[in-house]
């Protein structure tokens, strides 16, 4: 099984401030086709997790521009511009290359 | 619009079964591939199964293998997840799911215990 590894687990941060969340594969994800299939979610409290970012890269729509999602192959970085109070809840990665597809442990993000 | 309402939770005794039902949309269940995943109590995500969109191919998580049973039925807009001999460690939010688009159930609640 692909294992993923999200660094750190928890974040505190200031409103305002820049925040970065990792997530590392023990394999690559990067398909023949060019595309790391390499998912970033937001939980919320009670609500199930919802798309910020797929394919590594690309922001899915809805998703605020403060959220952006870079790397390839098996190191692969999420970035808050500034967080606001409405981004506290847990951030998973997910990949979808290989079954089973296996999510991160979660980084649970609060506001200082 | 995106719809995805699961239904069928409860609570079961361990060695019981349950039937998960998802109603979709047309438009979400018109994508290759349908998926439920669970989340137990406090805990992370975890993907159970996966059933391609004419049903001929169907995976599965290893701790349910030949416990759960996927499927679908595309005239109903509709999918399903038969779970039998339940044990504790099922105990788990299931969410029906195409997580690659961003589309997901509420989830139903499922409780194994005595």
């Known amino acids: 099984d692909v294992v993923m590894t999200q660094s750190p687990l928890s974040l505190s941060v200031t409103p305002g401030q820049p925040a970065s969340i990792s997530c590392k594969s023990s394999q690559s994800l990067l398909y023949s086709d060019g595309k790391s299939y390499l998912y970033w979610y937001l939980q919320k409290p009670g609500q199930p997790p919802q798309l910020l970012i797929y394919?590594?890269?690309n922001r899915f729509s809805g998703a605020p521009d403060r959220f952006s999602g870079s790397g390839s192959g098996t190191d692969f970085t999420l970035k808050l511009s500034r967080v606001e109070a409405e981004d506290v809840g847990i951030y998973y990665c997910m990949q979808s290359i290989q079954l089973p597809w296996t999510f991160g442990q979660g980084t649970k993000v609060e506001i200082k | 619009e995106v719809q995805l309402v699961e239904s069928g939770g409860g609570l079961v005794q361990p060695g019981g079964s349950l039937r998960l039902s998802c109603a979709a949309s047309?438009?979400?269940?018109?994508?290759?591939?349908m998926t439920w995943i669970r989340q137990a109590p406090g805990k992370g995500l975890e993907w159970v199964a996966n059933i391609k969109r004419d049903g001929s191919e169907k995976y599965y998580v290893d701790s349910v293998k030949g416990r759960f049973s996927i499927s679908r039925d595309n005239a109903k807009n509709s999918l399903y997840l038969q779970m039998n001999s339940l044990r504790a460690e099922d105990t788990a939010i299931y969410y029906c799911?195409?997580?690659?688009?961003?589309?997901w159930g509420q989830g139903t609640l499922v409780t194994v215990s005595s």
């Open positions: 047309e438009f979400t269940f018109s994508f290759d591939w």
């Open positions: 394919e590594a890269s």
């Open positions: 799911a195409v997580p690659g688009i961003g589309h």
